[in-house]
């Protein structure tokens, strides 16, 4: 079988390195920038942190900030018609997977014309020409946006949630900077955390799971248990946010590869029906989508449950996938993640409409046990 690996063309880390935005515009030869950053990001000056280093620099740049956090057709459109206004040859994006995604989709439209449909670029589009340059700048520890081949974008004509998957996406440079994170709150450091590790343990059991992306799951599950607790209960502590940019980087370039499973394919659909948070849905299924997985994956759930810490000497394969389960479930609630979907608005009289997009979720058949939609009513109605 042939296995294939896609990542940036150049990945910066540390505490300051969005400096080096300079030195990778002028090797991209970008001449003016479309910064692409949520309304709240210019508002709280966490924007001005990177667009400073473009001042200094005599780089000339605008800003487009018309992004919602569950991104619509709309607002692509909006951000291309903005980047052809301004004039600009690549784009800088900074901010968690609304902004990332949102100039996924634009960088692409701008270089592939035929795909003006947005719509049209749901699933693997076959498009011929990379994205237009873009810099991505992540100010969240979760998406990992940045590494991704992916995007997501709201289909507001069908209220669903489009997974777009395009090798030619992937953004050319990724700068992570946990400076730009430690100001998170509370509930969004939880809830892009807890994104990230279902990426990693999606990641690690899906289909599509191999040596190399084993090895990358693996890590990011050790370094997100270790550290997620840290970041949300000290958030300016730097070893917490330095580790959790890091481990949500690495839990991307291995799902980026591989796929993902049943939790994605149950999430998108809360945020497209009740545009809940990407990262809570996540986390609130997580641990029962898993507890319905084990008995397809139950030597990987040992060593998910050792990369969490749990010692499973002495235990019965089925027993250590459970300590796993329950060792996911306890840093869900030690971070304050909602455990069911009543908490969130969602009724037994939603579940029909929700299960009908989760079966037909691009991410669903990566799932390791094959799945029905009676079985998705079911999980959504064990979670209520």
């Known amino acids: 079988m042939t296995h294939r690996f896609i990542l940036n063309e150049v990945s910066y880390f540390g505490p300051g390195c969005r400096s080096e935005i300079v030195s990778e515009i002028k090797r991209i030869g970008g001449r003016k920038a479309l910064v692409m950053a949520d309304k709240s990001l210019v508002d709280l000056g966490i924007a001005a942190k990177v667009t400073c280093h473009l001042d200094k620099a005599g780089i000339p740049y605008e800003i487009f900030s018309d992004i919602k956090p569950n991104p619509t057709t709309a607002n692509v459109n909006s951000g291309l018609e903005a980047f052809r206004k301004a004039g600009a040859d690549f784009i800088v994006a900074i901010g968690g997977g609304s902004s990332i995604d949102t100039a996924k989709a634009v960088g692409i439209i701008a270089n592939n014309p035929e795909f003006a449909d947005v719509v049209s670029l749901e699933g693997c589009a076959p498009t011929k020409h990379k994205a237009v340059p873009t810099i991505a700048i992540p100010t969240t520890a979760g998406t990992a946006a940045e590494t991704t081949i992916n995007y997501v974008i709201i289909d507001e004509t069908k209220k669903k949630k489009m997974v777009c998957v395009d090798p030619n996406d992937i953004p050319a440079v990724a700068i992570i900077d946990p400076e730009l994170m430690y100001s998170l709150p509370r509930s969004l450091t939880a809830a892009t955390g807890m994104d990230a590790l279902t990426h990693a343990i999606e990641g690690y059991i899906t289909k599509g799971a191999w040596a190399m992306s084993d090895m990358f799951e693996l890590q990011a599950i050790r370094m997100i248990s270790a550290n997620l607790r840290t970041a949300v209960n000290e958030p300016i502590n730097p070893d917490g946010r330095d580790a959790m940019a890091v481990a949500q980087y690495i839990a991307g370039m291995a799902f980026s590869n591989v796929g993902l499973g049943l939790v994605h394919g149950m999430a998108h659909p809360m945020g497209s029906l009740f545009d809940i948070p990407h990262g809570v849905a996540n986390a609130l299924l997580l641990p029962t989508i898993m507890e ?40 869900s609630e030690d971070v304050g993640i909602p455990s069911h979907l009543a908490e969130l608005g969602i009724t037994t009289a939603d579940i029909n409409a929700l299960a009908e997009q989760a079966i037909a979720d691009v991410c669903t058949p990566g799932n390791p046990r094959e799945v029905t939609i009676d079985d998705i009513r079911r999980l959504y109605t064990k979670v209520l």
């Open 292 to 331: 319905f997985n084990a008995p397809a994956a139950l030597t990987k759930y040992r060593h998910i449950a050792e990369a969490m810490g749990v010692d499973t000497a002495g235990m019965a394969d089925t027993e250590a996938a459970q300590a796993a389960c329950d060792a996911v479930r306890r840093l």
